[in-house]
Nanobody, 126 residues
Framework: QVQLVESGGGLVQAGDSLRPSCVAS????????MAWFRQGPGKEREFVAG????????YYADFVKGRFTISRDNAKNTVYLQMNSLKTEDTAVYYCAADKNLILSSMTNPHSYKYWGQGTQVTVSS
């Protein structure tokens, strides 16, 4: 059974950092595209960052503006999202997503992903 489990969210002040992680099981991790999405209050789910496959260059949403870094550790079946200089507008539930062999143009579409974690809450106060 495929499972994605996020952790590492929390309550921080603007300008602080967080590094949520997502541990995957039940899939061949290195062959899967992995991504982070987020959904703020009253908003639709939006793409944050993704890796098409192991070893690929990361792909980021424009609003990241160099603040976030996605990475993966295949030995640990884990993907990370390093978030620096957090802003209040970053407040959202952050979700890990996975699917196999996604093309680049599909990565930003949440409907492209078959597997999802439960999400981890990130709250940024002013």
């Amino acid at each position: 059974q495929v499972q994605l489990v996020e952790s590492g969210g929390g309550l921080v002040q603007a300008g602080d950092s967080l590094r949520p992680s997502c541990v995957a099981s039940g899939l061949s991790f290195s062959t899967y595209s992995m991504a982070w999405f987020r959904q703020g209050p009253g908003k639709e789910r939006e793409f944050v960052a993704g890796l098409r496959r192991s070893g690929s260059r990361p792909y980021y949403a424009d609003f990241v503006k160099g603040r976030f870094t996605i990475s993966r550790d295949n030995a640990k079946n884990t993907v990370y999202l390093q978030m620096n200089s957090l802003k209040t507008e970053d407040t959202a539930v952050y979700y890990c997503a996975a699917d196999k062999n996604l093309i680049l143009s599909s990565m930003t579409n949440p409907h492209s992903y078959k597997y999802w974690g439960q999400g981890t809450q990130v709250t940024v106060s002013s």
